[in-house]
């Protein structure tokens, strides 16, 4: 009996105690919130696709080097965690940084998975979840939080499938990696250019973890077609460039398009010679000519050492976005009001005029073929078309 | 019809890389029973020697590649010296345990120090593009791949057939006791076995990473294949590994050239087929020791 009163009383004393400290938590947690804003970045450092992760976390930094961390009044603090691609770990990391964190915005996600796996809780903790890599179509359809500044693959895939047509390419062979991003980059460039009057000769959909291309670039070899649409994820764009090289696919006059994933700006160098002539589509490219451009590239070279590719670029703009939201609510941090600040923002990002679609938040911006030359004894893509203000054809075609 | 010689080709340039990456891992496993996961860890320090000494210190690629050799074999030996050795006695649970371990530290180190990218090295001007002999298109890197693996594999059979140590190699797997009795240093052939083992996976780590390319990944992502030629071939001599990598390099070539549909599985299934046909392998011992 006395043993319990005594329990009983230690557990009304801790009680008490923690009511205390919960009291005394909520009364100083608004004050702390009036100054920081917390950014969880839930970013891909290690495994295989950590260059994303690295150029995004780099990009960032970048931008709030130039531009302060204080907007509106209030700090901005970046909480980075890596999930490894691993959508798993991306859940988890979301729930930690939302709940424990309270953080106001989530954002990164170097693949699919990924962004999918955090959407749910954005919807339920009303927070904007700011993809800024992923690029399968569906992604800004699973919460209305989600605001995308990176791209997706049908802007790509469609222009390069028109320009295909419109340039005398009749006959094509393709070769995607056989998961998400490949099938709706194959799909999209399909649809447009048979459209048009062009023929799919061969289609080869290659396993993701594929160690030997020489098999699959034999088949393309004697299938005899005009150019070979490829889509594979970065890290192989080189692997696979050496092998249509050697097997003389270049001399055989069987052109390489297709969306610039490939022939990311951050591998392009370490491809050799036989990228050149590459023709892709894509939103972004370090020799994109405008004078912002050549001022993000210089100082990005100069923070990192490395040259900027596509996923540094929608870095730089995530957070943009971010700032820019926060400046247009006076820095209030509610969800809704977010969100709806940056439904229909413009702005002159250093891939061109870029703006957020008030019906899809998804990103319109300007797609540009370009080929792969050399200059200034580095390989670039330079740009030569433009197709303004592109919608993600995933969305419209609805 | 070229385009099948060309496939044939191709087939045997990547069964042999498969043989030279394997061969150390069948030794290992068959000669000395320890099963070794951590083969594909020595494979890759290979090729990041290489790697280095070519595009970091300009080094000509045929004189990286022996040093990749020596590389991983020196790394073999310490290792063999502080680690393996205590676990010869032991399960192959604890061996297994052991040796993933290893895997994923080596992993994590290489990601750590060399970076998460893929890393290729950079080739003579001489060994690039294909040849072209009576129509068929023969890849010149890969024909040096065939010479060099070709020669290796002869190289080795002799040693194994031949030599003295050869036979005190034979004698001390057949049966430690009786070769210790005999006056043959037991542990010391072991040693020098695994480390020549290691030694031939860094060579083929280095040719590889030009036709699979070279991540921090390499060990998990080829440990599959290692394994399968050893099984497939039995791993009683180098004679069934060597065809079991001809074999396979063959099959999976063709099986993704003319079914790309289900090219990736082709390897696969000729592996259960010939495991059932034959349950210890192409040339495994019938009788179990």
Same mark, same amino acid.
């Given at each position: 009996?006395? !043993?319990?009163?005594?329990?009983?009383?230690?557990?009304?004393?801790?009680?008490?105690?923690?009511?205390?400290?919960?009291?005394?938590?909520?009364?100083?947690? %608004? =004050?702390?919130? /009036?100054?920081?804003?917390?950014?969880?970045?839930?970013?891909?450092?290690?495994?295989?696709?950590?260059?994303?992760?690295? /150029?995004?976390?780099?990009?960032?930094?970048?931008?709030?080097?130039?531009?302060?961390?204080?907007?509106?009044?209030?700090?901005?603090?970046?909480?980075?965690?890596?999930? =490894?691609?691993?959508?798993?770990?991306?859940?988890?990391?979301?729930?930690?940084?939302?709940?424990?964190?309270?953080?106001?915005?989530?954002?990164?996600?170097?693949?699919?998975?990924?962004? *999918?796996?955090?959407?749910?809780?954005?919807?339920?903790?009303?927070?904007?979840?700011?993809?800024? =890599?992923?690029?399968?179509?569906?992604?800004?359809?699973?919460?209305?939080?989600?605001?995308?500044?990176?791209?997706?693959?049908?802007?790509?895939?469609?222009?390069?499938?028109?320009?295909?047509?419109?340039?005398?390419?009749?006959?094509?062979?393709?070769?995607?990696?056989?998961?998400?991003?490949?099938?709706?980059?194959?799909?999209?460039?399909?649809?447009?250019?048979?459209? $048009? $009057?062009?023929?799919?000769?061969?289609? +080869?959909?290659?396993?993701? =973890?594929?160690?030997? #291309?020489?098999?699959?670039?034999?088949?393309?070899?004697?299938?005899?077609?005009?150019?070979?649409?490829?889509?594979? %994820?970065?890290? /192989?764009?080189?692997? #696979?460039?050496?092998?249509?090289?050697?097997?003389?696919?270049?001399?055989?006059?069987?052109? +390489?398009?297709?969306?610039?994933?490939?022939?990311?700006?951050? *591998?392009?160098?370490?491809? $050799?010679?036989?990228?050149?002539?590459?023709?892709?589509?894509?939103?972004?490219?370090?020799?994109? %000519?405008?004078?912002?451009?050549?001022?993000?590239?210089?100082?990005?070279?100069?923070? #990192?050492?490395?040259?900027?590719?596509?996923?540094? +670029?929608?870095?730089?703009?995530?957070?943009?976005?971010?700032?820019?939201? *926060? /400046?247009?609510?006076?820095?209030?941090?509610?969800?809704?009001?977010?969100?709806?600040?940056?439904?229909?923002?413009?702005?002159?990002?250093?891939?061109?005029?870029?703006?957020?679609?008030?019906?899809?938040?998804?990103?319109?911006?300007? !797609?540009?073929?370009?080929?792969?030359?050399?200059?200034?004894?580095? *390989?670039?893509?330079?740009? #030569?078309?433009?197709?303004?203000? +592109?919608?993600?054809?995933?969305?419209?075609?609805? | 019809?070229?385009?099948?010689?060309? &496939?044939?080709?191709?087939?045997?340039?990547?069964?042999?890389?498969?043989?030279?990456?394997?061969?150390?891992?069948?030794?290992?496993?068959?000669?000395?029973?320890?099963?070794?996961?951590?083969?594909?860890?020595?494979?890759?320090?290979?090729?990041?020697?290489?790697?280095?000494?070519?595009?970091?210190?300009?080094?000509?690629?045929?004189?990286?590649?022996?040093?990749?050799?020596?590389?991983?074999?020196?790394?073999?030996?310490?290792?063999?010296?502080?680690?393996?050795?205590?676990?010869?006695?032991?399960?192959?649970?604890?061996?297994?345990?052991?040796?993933?371990?290893?895997?994923?530290?080596?992993?994590?180190?290489?990601?750590?120090?060399?970076?998460?990218?893929?890393?290729?090295?950079?080739?003579?001007?001489?060994?690039?593009?294909?040849?072209?002999?009576?129509?068929?298109?023969?890849?010149?890197?890969?024909?040096?791949?065939?010479?060099?693996?070709?020669?290796?594999?002869?190289?080795?059979?002799?040693?194994?057939?031949?030599?003295?140590?050869?036979?005190?190699?034979?004698?001390?797997?057949?049966?430690?006791?009786?070769?210790?009795?005999?006056?043959? &240093?037991?542990?010391?052939?072991?040693?020098?076995?695994?480390?020549?083992?290691?030694?031939?996976?860094?060579?083929?780590?280095?040719?590889?990473?030009?036709?699979?390319?070279?991540?921090?990944?390499?060990?998990?992502?080829?440990?599959?294949?290692?394994?399968?030629?050893?099984?497939?071939?039995?791993?009683?001599?180098?004679?069934?590994?060597?065809?079991?990598?001809?074999?396979?390099?063959?099959?999976?070539?063709?099986?993704?050239?003319?079914?790309?549909?289900?090219?990736?599985?082709?390897?696969?299934?000729?592996?259960?087929?010939?495991?059932?046909?034959?349950? &210890?392998?192409?040339?495994?011992?019938?009788?179990?020791?």
């Amino acid at each position: 009996m006395f !043993i319990r009163t005594k329990i009983l009383r230690t557990r009304m004393l801790s009680l008490a105690a923690a009511g205390v400290a919960i009291a005394g938590v909520a009364a100083w947690a %608004p =004050a702390q919130a /009036q100054e920081t804003v917390k950014i969880g970045l839930i970013l891909p450092m290690t495994g295989g696709q950590a260059s994303t992760g690295k /150029q995004i976390d780099n990009a960032i930094k970048l931008y709030m080097q130039q531009k302060g961390d204080t907007v509106a009044g209030r700090k901005i603090e970046i909480i980075l965690k890596d999930d =490894a691609a691993v959508p798993d770990n991306t859940k988890r990391l979301a729930q930690e940084l939302i709940v424990n964190d309270k953080v106001n915005f989530i954002a990164g996600f170097g693949v699919t998975p990924a962004a *999918l796996a955090a959407a749910p809780l954005a919807t339920q903790a009303k927070i904007p979840e700011i993809v800024m =890599a992923a690029g399968t179509s569906i992604i800004t359809e699973k919460s209305p939080y989600i605001v995308r500044t990176s791209f997706t693959l049908a802007q790509s895939s469609t222009i390069i499938g028109d320009w295909a047509v419109k340039n005398g390419i009749k006959k094509v062979a393709t070769l995607t990696s056989d998961y998400a991003p490949g099938n709706d980059a194959l799909n999209f460039f399909k649809e447009h250019f048979t459209a $048009g $009057g062009g023929q799919i000769v061969e289609e +080869v959909k290659v396993p993701l =973890a594929n160690p030997d #291309f020489a098999p699959f670039l034999q088949r393309m070899k004697d299938a005899k077609p005009d150019a070979m649409f490829v889509f594979v %994820p970065a890290g /192989q764009g080189g692997n #696979f460039m050496k092998q249509y090289a050697e097997r003389g696919l270049d001399k055989a006059g069987i052109k +390489v398009i297709g969306p610039g994933d490939v022939m990311d700006d951050d *591998l392009l160098n370490g491809m $050799g010679d036989a990228a050149l002539g590459t023709v892709t589509a894509h939103l972004y490219s370090a020799a994109h %000519p405008s004078a912002m451009n050549k001022e993000f590239v210089a100082s990005y070279k100069k923070a #990192f050492g490395s040259r900027p590719g596509f996923m540094a +670029v929608s870095g730089y703009d995530g957070i943009h976005l971010i700032y820019a939201a *926060l /400046q247009k609510t006076g820095g209030k941090t509610d969800g809704d009001a977010l969100i709806e600040a940056m439904k229909g923002m413009k702005w002159e990002s250093p891939r061109g005029p870029i703006s957020i679609d008030p019906e899809t938040r998804d990103i319109v911006q300007n !797609i540009y073929i370009r080929k792969v030359e050399k200059v200034d004894g580095e *390989l670039y893509n330079v740009e #030569f078309a433009t197709f303004e203000a +592109v919608k993600d054809a995933g969305k419209t075609k609805k | 019809m070229t385009s099948l010689f060309t &496939n044939l080709f191709d087939g045997v340039a990547y069964g042999m890389l498969l043989f030279v990456l394997a061969c150390g891992l069948a030794v290992t496993l068959g000669l000395m029973n320890f099963v070794n996961l951590a083969h594909g860890a020595f494979a890759m320090t290979g090729g990041y020697v290489c790697a280095v000494l070519v595009n970091q210190s300009g080094w000509p690629f045929f004189a990286a590649l022996p040093l990749a050799f020596v590389a991983s074999a020196l790394i073999g030996a310490v290792l063999e010296r502080s680690l393996y050795r205590h676990l010869y006695n032991r399960s192959h649970l604890d061996q297994v345990l052991f040796s993933v371990g290893l895997v994923f530290m080596s992993v994590a180190a290489v990601d750590y120090i060399m970076g998460s990218s893929r890393v290729f090295i950079r080739i003579p001007q001489a060994l690039e593009g294909q040849i072209d002999f009576f129509g068929v298109g023969i890849g010149r890197y890969r024909l040096m791949i065939i010479v060099i693996c070709g020669l290796l594999t002869a190289g080795l059979q002799l040693v194994l057939a031949r030599t003295r140590f050869g036979s005190r190699l034979r004698a001390a797997v057949d049966d430690p006791r009786a070769a210790s009795g005999l006056g043959i &240093n037991v542990p010391q052939v072991f040693a020098f076995t695994f480390a020549f083992g290691c030694g031939l996976a860094g060579l083929g780590g280095a040719l590889s990473a030009e036709i699979l390319g070279l991540d921090p990944y390499f060990p998990l992502k080829f440990m599959i294949y290692f394994l399968i030629v050893v099984t497939v071939g039995g791993s009683s001599s180098i004679t069934g590994p060597f065809l079991a990598s001809l074999l396979l390099g063959i099959g999976d070539v063709a099986g993704k050239y003319y079914v790309p549909k289900i090219g990736p599985f082709v390897i696969y299934t000729i592996m259960i087929v010939i495991l059932i046909w034959r349950p &210890n392998g192409l040339f495994g011992r019938t009788a179990a020791r």
